[in-house]
């Protein structure tokens, strides 16, 4: 019988978040996400990382790496995989900090129910603002036209880094 340690995936997110959100910043990093996850009896610690001003490099990867590498070991107490990578060009936006995060950049929405004007459940938009009372404020591609879609009514919002609006 083996003896393998019990984690507590929960408390292990909750004290390394911080410590990265502050290594990001450091570099001019905004930080998407933190997971730790166990696959194939493997565990990952796998972060997402974000620029505002350039595209994330495999530089920044690494330095984030370097920098967090020493302070990872003395809060995770198994052996674990280190992935930072950036968003990736087609990310699906997984919270309402990402909705401010990607202000202003180029969406692929899919709603529940179909967008009342036009009837639509899937189209390009930019994201103008989002507020909890109000939604998610976006900008139609195709006709420019301006309305608010309800949290509840969203399915998906797919980032589409490749179609940048300036």
């Not at 997971?35 to 490099?57: C, M, T």
């Not at 302070?71 to 198994?78: E, F």
């Not at 709603?111 to 976006?138: M, N, R």
Request: negative net charge; glycine residues 2%.
């Amino acid at each position: 019988m083996t003896s393998e340690k019990i984690v507590n995936k929960q408390d292990i997110l909750e004290k390394i978040t911080p410590v990265i959100e502050k290594l990001a910043q450091e570099q001019n990093l905004i930080l998407l996400e933190t997971d730790f996850v166990k696959e194939a009896g493997n565990w990952h610690l796998r972060i997402f990382i974000y620029s505002q001003d350039h595209p994330v490099s495999h530089e920044d990867c690494e330095n984030l790496t370097k920098n967090l590498s020493e302070y990872a070991d003395s809060l995770i107490p198994v052996n674990y995989y280190l992935e930072v990578s950036s968003p990736g060009i087609n990310r699906k936006l997984k919270s309402s900090r990402e909705y401010n995060i990607f202000r202003d950049k180029q969406v692929e929405i899919k709603l529940k129910q179909p967008e009342e004007s036009s009837g639509e459940k899937i189209f390009t938009a930019k994201i103008l603002e989002y507020s909890p009372d109000a939604g998610l404020k976006v900008e139609k591609t195709d006709n420019n036209k301006i309305f608010y879609i309800k949290e509840e009514n969203i399915s998906f919002v797919k980032l589409q880094l490749n179609k940048e609006i300036k």
